[in-house]
């Protein structure tokens, strides 16, 4: 059985940091690119980062170029995003997803989310 289980969330400051771990289980993470999501209230889901290192590739939003740090240990078949200098803006719902590559096309998987709230 699937699962993608995001942590790490929680209240923050405007300009402090957080890491968000994404821990995986159930599918073979080493061949799926591997990403952040984000929903604000009120607004549409989001792509944050991907890390889809398998193709040698890794990219950002531009709002978060420069703050945020997508990386992951396959070993630990986990996946993390450093936040640092957060913003009121970065206040969001935070989503682990995966998309599986090669024989694994097509295969898609959803965290169910951990929530960062950036305020004073």
């Known amino acids: 059985q699937v699962h993608l289980v995001e942590s790490g969330g929680g209240l923050v400051q405007p300009g402090g940091s957080l890491r968000l771990s994404c821990a995986a289980s159930?599918?073979?993470?080493?061949?799926?690119?591997m990403s952040w999501y984000r929903q604000a209230p009120g607004k549409e889901r989001e792509l944050v980062a991907v890390?889809?290192?398998?193709?040698?590739?890794?990219n950002y939003v531009d709002a978060v170029k420069g703050r945020f740090t997508i990386s992951r240990d396959n070993a630990k078949n986990t996946m993390y995003l450093q936040m640092n200098s957060l913003k009121v803006e970065d206040t969001a719902v935070y989503y682990c997803n995966a998309k599986g590559m090669g024989r694994y096309v097509g295969m898609i998987y959803w965290g169910k989310g951990t929530l960062v709230t950036v305020s004073s």
């Open positions: 159930g599918f073979t993470f080493s061949s799926y690119a």
């Open positions: 890390d889809n290192s398998i193709g040698g590739s890794i």
